[in-house]
């Protein structure tokens, strides 16, 4: 067994520089912005582990960054529970004021069916916006 994870650790960099490779995919670093998005997460009590807040606030710092480049509004699929805005008790209001602010569909299958994007999205989550008052 030993033997075995040292073979498969030894190629992990060529499965990564393999997966950099291939079209259609990005693999994004840690950028500062997305460590201090991380950081601010924190505070929002969102219930989630270090892990699942890394990637969402890469995840929320890549959509903006598509967004404000004018390409935006995006959507993607989410299959962790964890980060779905959704859950067994209703929507994660928290969670999906963040993707609405960051102009984010997020749907539940890879088919990007589930759930149905209003046609008047992203209109609904400017609408939806809180007012931030002048410094």
């Given amino acids: 067994m030993e033997s075995r994870i040292k ?5 992990l960099d060529d499965v990564f520089r393999s997966l950099g490779n291939t079209a259609g995919l990005e693999i994004l670093n840690l950028s500062q912005q997305m460590l201090e998005q991380c950081t601010d997460l924190s505070y929002l009590k969102l219930g989630l582990g270090p892990f699942d ?3 969402l606030a890469s995840v929320l710092v ?11 509004p995006s959507a ?3 299959l962790d ?7 067994k008790e209703g929507p ?7 993707y609405d602010e960051a102009q984010l569909w997020v749907y539940g299958d890879f088919l990007l069916e589930n759930p149905r994007m209003p046609d008047n999205w992203p ?5 939806n916006r809180p007012e931030v008052p002048p410094l």
């Fill in 76 to 78: 993607f699929c989410e």
């Fill in 53 to 55: 807040q890394a990637i």
């Fill in 62 to 72: 890549k959509a903006r960054e598509i967004a404000d480049a004018g390409e935006g």
């Fill in 92 to 98: 994660k209001d928290k969670l999906k004021q963040l």
């Fill in 123 to 127: 209109n609904i989550a400017e609408a």
């Fill in 7 to 11: 073979t498969d650790l030894a190629r």
């Fill in 81 to 87: 529970s964890n980060l779905q805005p959704w859950g």
